[in-house]
Every structure is written in structure tokens, then in C-alpha cells.
């Protein structure tokens, strides 16, 4: 059983368009994460839910929205894609907020034409 | 917000020699992971490490909380091992990645 699964793995798409990624824990965790990689390998930190409830928001811009159904859930739109939203988006778990081990999906590579 | 630092970036050896990783942070943190992500993509948590010393097989790591460092010591390399190495730290929310160190373990 997979602990913290993203789909799709893959997506490419044209500039302009909307889409979305899906992220599942069936670890029993209350807090959920988005994190973005860059080309660079660079990993920042776009969301994190508590049980449901938004915690942090980033400096992303408002065409990204995440949204969180119940706690092992959390999914990320992102309307009017442009090129530079291409990267690796990865969803994380863990227990709760704070000091807790983070569990990572195996990430999302969006490619934008 | 926190600083992150990580070195060397880049680190090629070959397979058999030891290796030490370190991060330095720039505030106290009650939270310090080590990440290894493998050439595939996945990202894996090596130790969660705020203090003190642990030890996993070849891998162990040490966090000096005071003078706000963390070193990850890789041993007796394997080509498995190659990947980037990443630091994150934090205190009541997400965790702040490093940029990484870029290790490649020769055959």
C-alpha cells in the first residue's frame, strides 16, 4: 500500500489551460503539504493543511488552489498555466503540525508547452 | 524566514570511500530532517534528527541544536548511495529544504 499517493505522475499541457493533482495519505495523518521542485532541484514549500484547515499559504500565486475534501486528502488546481509553473510538485504527510517526520509522494513532474 | 545551508554541493567518490554532509541553520528549529532523493525522483526521509546522534546502517547523523549545525556521515559508499542529500528545517510549521548536496558514488 502506497502511504502517500499522487496522481497523475506525469502531465504535460499547454500554456493557458487548467489542471489538477491529486494527493491521497492512508496514513492517518492530520496534516498534509504541496511542495514545489525547480529545475534547480530546489524545494519550496507552496501549502500545508490541518485536519482540512488551510495553515500555510506561501507566496504562491492566487491561479493555485488547493483543496482539501477531508484529512486524507488534500488536491491542487491551478488555472491559466503558464511555463514557468513546470517543476515537480510533491505532496507530503505527517502526523500534525510542528516536529513530525514528513512522508512524501512520489511527486508530480507538470511540463507546460 | 530560516536559512538553510548546505556542503559541499556537489561531492563525487568512489564507491567504498566515507563522506561527511552538513547543514547549517540560521535559528533555533525543533524540527531538522535529513532527505535522501534518489536518481528516480522519490525523496526519502533518512533520519529526523532536532539533537543529538543517530544511527541507520552506514548512515548516521548528528545535530548540534546550540550551534545550529547538522553533518550526515555516509560510510563505506555504495553506487546506491548516489542522489542529493537534503536538509529541511523548521519549528511550528512546514519544513525549509537546503538546496541539497548533489552526491555521485563511482563504481
Known amino acids: 500500500d502506497t502511504a502517500v499517493s499522487q496522481t497523475p505522475k506525469y502531465l504535460v499541457t499547454q500554456m493557458g489551460n487548467d489542471k489538477s493533482i491529486k494527493c491521497e495519505q492512508n496514513?492517518?495523518?492530520?496534516?498534509m503539504y504541496w511542495y514545489k521542485q525547480d529545475s534547480k532541484k530546489f524545494l519550496k514549500i507552496m501549502f500545508s493543511y490541518n485536519n482540512k484547515e488551510l495553515i500555510i499559504n506561501e507566496t504562491v500565486p492566487n491561479r493555485f488552489s488547493p483543496k482539501s475534501p477531508d484529512k486524507a486528502h488534500l488536491n491542487l488546481h491551478i488555472n491559466s498555466l503558464e511555463l514557468g509553473d513546470s517543476a515537480v510538485y510533491f505532496c507530503?504527510?505527517?502526523?500534525?503540525?510542528?516536529?513530525?517526520?514528513?512522508?512524501f509522494g512520489a511527486g508530480s513532474r507538470l511540463t507546460v508547452l | 524566514g530560516i536559512q538553510v545551508e548546505q556542503s559541499p554541493p556537489d561531492l563525487i567518490l568512489q564507491e567504498g570511500a566515507n563522506s561527511t554532509l552538513r547543514c547549517n541553520f540560521s535559528?533555533?528549529?525543533?524540527?531538522l530532517q535529513w532527505f535522501h532523493q534518489n536518481p528516480w525522483g522519490q525523496l526519502i526521509n533518512l533520519f529526523y534528527i532536532p539533537s543529538g546522534t543517530k544511527q541507520n546502517g552506514r548512515l548516521s547523523a548528528t545535530t548540534v541544536a546550540t550551534e545550529r549545525y547538522s553533518l550526515l556521515y555516509i560510510s563505506s559508499s555504495q553506487t546506491t548511495d548516489s542522489g542529493v542529500y537534503f536538509c529541511a528545517v523548521g519549528r511550528a510549521d512546514g519544513l525549509t529544504f537546503g538546496k541539497g548536496t548533489h552526491l555521485i558514488i563511482q563504481p
Open positions: 507530503a504527510s505527517s502526523l500534525s503540525s510542528g516536529a513530525n517526520v514528513l512522508t
Open positions: 496514513l492517518g495523518h492530520d496534516t
Open positions: 535559528d533555533s528549529v525543533n524540527n
